[in-house]
């Protein structure tokens, strides 16, 4: 009797076995799932120390005065933020006193300054850009004189492109100032209607009009100075700076510098401090 027993009880674990598996089929078995890791317990954050009050006791007033301004800044920041959280009379005080410091400190460097210019005028830009009237009228008429004169010198060298369409309202008063700007420096302007000379357009990247183009007489290189309307005055500038950096006489860090500006404190390639070994 004991092996129908047994082969009835080997049986139940078989079809045991067999459900277990299929039952799990979808999970464990035939996905390979893994049980979830432990995540590692993360350490106790450590309580920062809660930072010292700053005071105004525990400085002298020359300790503050010769702070270094990191330090001065940090300092003062500080004292706001307590004031702002305790608001007590000791606390504004304090706070009001290190401003009174930093606006005479802000003071003595504005003083400093206005000695060390006036007995180092050549550190200055008064020179190149004088603020009283009569110096700013000279100044003035000094930047007119060399516009004129570097167009009117070029003009036979150099040339507008001006791109345009017939149905530009814009292009219409563009043409009134390029009218003015021929008749006082002679140059060409070469008129391009972007609607039927496209391939010229696109050999300039011109999309909108109107726009102008600066060229030279045997040099593939050319220079925009215009897209959209602009005025006389702001066509002569650009074209007079087109014309000196297409020459070489400036470089495009130094393309705001007039020739009459040269050595002064706007000539970016003028060295003030030379070497100490340098005779």
């Given at each position: 009797?004991?092996?129908?027993?047994?082969?009835?009880?080997?049986?139940?674990?078989?079809?045991?076995?067999?459900?277990?598996?299929?039952?799990?089929?979808?999970?464990?078995?035939?996905?390979?799932?893994?049980?979830?890791?432990?995540?590692?317990?993360?350490?106790?954050r450590?309580?920062?120390?809660?930072?010292?009050?700053?005071?105004l006791?525990?400085?002298?007033?020359?300790?503050?005065?010769?702070?270094?301004?990191?330090?001065f800044?940090?300092?003062?920041e500080?004292?706001?933020?307590?004031a702002?959280q305790?608001?007590?009379?000791?606390?504004?005080?304090?706070?009001?006193?290190?401003?009174?410091?930093?606006?005479?400190?802000?003071?003595?460097?504005?003083?400093?300054?206005?000695?060390?210019?006036?007995?180092?005028?050549?550190?200055?830009?008064?020179?190149?850009?004088?603020?009283?009237?009569?110096?700013?009228?000279?100044?003035?008429?000094?930047?007119?004189?060399?516009?004129q004169r570097?167009?009117?010198?070029?003009?036979?060298?150099?040339a507008?492109?001006?791109?345009?369409?017939?149905?530009?309202?814009y292009?219409?008063?563009?043409?009134?100032?390029?009218?003015?700007f021929t008749?006082?420096?002679?140059?060409?302007?070469?008129?391009?209607?972007?609607s039927?000379n496209?391939?010229?357009?696109?050999?300039?990247?011109?999309?909108?009009?109107?726009?102008l183009?600066?060229i030279?007489?045997?040099?593939?290189?050319?220079?925009?100075?215009?897209?959209?309307?602009?005025?006389?005055?702001?066509?002569e500038?650009?074209?007079?700076?087109?014309?000196r950096?297409?020459?070489?006489?400036?470089?495009?860090?130094?393309?705001?510098?007039?020739?009459?500006?040269?050595?002064?404190?706007?000539?970016v390639?003028?060295?003030?401090?030379q070497?100490?070994n340098?005779?």
């Open positions: 009797m004991r092996w129908p027993l047994m082969a009835a009880a080997m049986l139940s674990l078989s079809v045991s076995a067999s459900a277990s598996y299929y039952t799990d089929s979808a999970t464990g078995w035939w996905w390979y799932q893994k049980e979830p890791e432990k995540q590692a317990e993360k350490p106790a450590k309580k920062k120390p809660a930072k010292p009050v700053p005071s006791k525990d400085y002298t007033y020359e300790q503050i005065w010769e702070m270094h301004p990191d330090q800044q940090e300092f003062a500080a004292l706001k933020k307590k702002v305790k608001p007590s009379e000791e606390n504004v005080k304090e706070y009001f006193e290190v401003q009174e410091i930093a606006r005479k400190k802000a003071l003595a460097f504005s003083n400093v300054a206005q000695f060390v210019w006036q007995k180092y005028p050549e550190l200055t830009t008064k020179k190149d850009y004088p603020i009283t009237t009569p110096g700013n009228l000279a100044r003035i008429s000094q930047i007119n004189e060399e516009r570097v167009l009117r010198d070029n003009r036979d060298d150099f507008l492109v001006y791109f345009q369409r017939p149905d530009c309202s292009c219409d008063e563009q043409s009134r100032i390029l009218d003015w008749n006082e420096t002679g140059w060409t302007v070469k008129k391009v209607n972007i039927e496209t391939g010229l357009a696109a050999k300039f990247s011109v999309e909108i009009t109107p726009t183009i600066l030279q007489k045997g040099n593939q290189d050319y220079l925009p100075v215009s897209a959209g309307v602009i005025s006389a005055d702001e066509i500038d650009k074209a007079y700076r087109a014309v950096l297409l020459r070489g006489d400036i470089s495009p860090e130094e393309y705001s510098l007039y020739e009459f500006q040269k050595g002064g404190g706007f000539d390639k003028k060295r003030r401090l070497d100490k340098q005779p």
